[in-house]
């Protein structure tokens, strides 16, 4: 599954950049996806769309 984040819905907390370095990066603030396939077997990108306060995070097949 490939992330994707809204930017305009992201707050910063960094929930997701803890929970998945490999695939999130939080830069000026706002979370980036450094690498859509870091996850692909971990599934720890299903954790941070789940931990999400703002639910900015979607997953695509
Ligand atoms: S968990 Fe959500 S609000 Fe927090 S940094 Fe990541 S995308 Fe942004």
Do not use: W
């Amino acid at each position: 599954m490939r992330p994707i984040v809204d930017e305009e819905k992201c707050i910063g907390c960094g929930n997701c950049a803890e929970i998945c370095p490999s695939v999130f990066q939080l830069i000026d603030d706002k979370s980036r996806v450094i690498d859509p396939d870091g996850c692909d077997y971990a599934h720890c990108c299903e954790a941070a769309e789940e931990n999400c306060p703002v639910e900015a995070i979607t997953l695509e097949d």
